[in-house]
């Protein structure tokens, strides 16, 4: 069965500093891995994803995920965090062809002034 | 111009009522979500139309019922609301399946007492 794990409730890190949200992952097949971010009382908004090629990608914001096979992780960077980047933030995992995400329980970013 | 719209934002009402919720997509996406967003923040899909045509109806109550008039229009109808219904619905499109990620809706709260 496909599953999403996101071990962290809540990161907290310093505006400046790089911040990272950590997102594992396990599927059947080749995995398709998503990043969402979720503003309060805001739907969804898409960040990156991976679907093949280079295992590092790039997305909105100045964010980026790094794809490691062998660990199964799928984890979220930024190299400078902004206080506005404050909010929660999804994984999800699809395979290929078809229409539904499984996604991680959330991780809560706070960035501190 | 919002790309996917809902309709209400907040709906409270009683408990045994039906209610309905819809959303429009004005993106030409052919295929369309509905999630539910629990109060720990975990989201879970429900059903999911592909040019009209029903393809994800997951473990949801009956009472739940799903209606797709055309591509760019998926409402949820809910009858004899219980408490524990109370969430935030997000509707979502997409173009095919999940690799090209979705758009997601405000949301509905639905708040039953």
């Known amino acids: 069965a496909q599953s999403v794990a996101q071990p962290e409730d809540q990161v907290n890190v310093a505006e400046g500093n790089p911040l990272t949200v950590k997102c594992t992952y396990s599927v059947s097949g080749n995995p398709y891995l998503f990043w969402y971010v979720q503003y309060p009382n805001r739907g969804l908004q898409f960040l990156l994803k991976y679907i093949t090629g280079d295992n590092l990608v790039k997305g909105s914001y100045g964010f980026e995920a790094e794809f490691n096979k062998s660990q199964t992780s799928f984890h979220l960077k930024k190299p400078s965090a902004l206080v506005s980047d404050s909010a929660l933030y999804f994984c999800?995992?699809?395979?290929?062809?078809?229409?539904?995400?499984?996604f991680g329980t959330g991780t809560r970013l706070k960035v501190l002034a | 111009d919002t790309a996917v719209s809902q309709t209400p934002k907040y709906l409270v009402t009683q408990m045994g009522n039906d209610k309905s919720i819809k959303c429009e997509q004005n993106l030409g996406h052919d295929t369309m979500y509905w999630y539910k967003q629990d109060s720990k923040k975990f989201l879970k899909i429900m059903f999911s139309?592909?040019?009209?045509?029903?393809?994800i109806n997951e473990t949801v109550p009956n009472r739940f019922s799903p209606k797709s008039p055309d591509k760019a229009h998926l409402n949820l109808h809910i009858n004899s609301l219980e408490l524990g219904d109370s969430a935030v619905y997000f509707c979502?499109?997409?173009?095919?399946?999940?690799?090209?990620?979705?758009?997601f809706g405000s949301g509905t709260r639905l708040t039953v007492v």
């Open positions: 139309y592909n040019n009209k045509e029903l393809i």
């Open positions: 999800a995992v699809s395979v290929s062809g078809t229409y539904k995400y499984i």
């Open positions: 979502a499109s997409s173009h095919g399946g999940t690799d090209s990620g979705y758009t």
